[in-house]
């Protein structure tokens, strides 16, 4: 079994800056891949950045420029830094982690972190 858990959300200022930590843990032989989406309030959830092992690094359009997704030095561990942070950044945002377990590649989500940006 793999548990995915994201931390570090909270309340914000427009123009502030706030870090998300995800850690994938258990039943892992490697991390193929790991992504950060959101979703706001009735809206669908979007992709927002994808680090995969190899080196790849991906970012949507509404967020390149703003936030960094990276490894952290736990290599089950990514953080999302997002700066300049704007309102309609306002969203739950959730972790996804593919993995490699036995030979299969499986997908994991983590239970979201409030994100909220107001004055």
């Known amino acids: 079994q793999v548990q995915v858990v994201e931390s570090g959300g909270g309340l914000v200022h427009p123009g502030g800056s706030l870090k998300l930590s995800c850690a994938a843990s258990?039943?892992?032989?490697?991390?193929?891949?790991m992504s950060w989406y959101r979703q706001a309030p009735g809206k669908e959830r979007e992709w927002v950045a994808r680090?995969?092992?190899?080196?790849?690094?991906n970012y949507a359009v509404a967020v390149k420029g703003r936030f960094t997704i990276s490894r952290e030095n736990n290599n089950n561990t990514v953080s999302l830094q997002m700066n300049s942070l704007k309102p309609e950044d306002t969203a739950v945002y959730y972790c996804?982690?593919?993995?490699?377990?036995?030979?299969?590649?499986?997908?994991?989500w983590g239970q979201g972190t409030q994100v909220i940006v107001s004055s």
């Open positions: 258990g039943n892992i032989d490697s991390i193929n891949d």
């Open positions: 996804n982690a593919r993995i490699w377990s036995e030979s299969l590649l499986y997908a994991y």
């Open positions: 680090i995969i092992y190899g080196g790849t690094i």
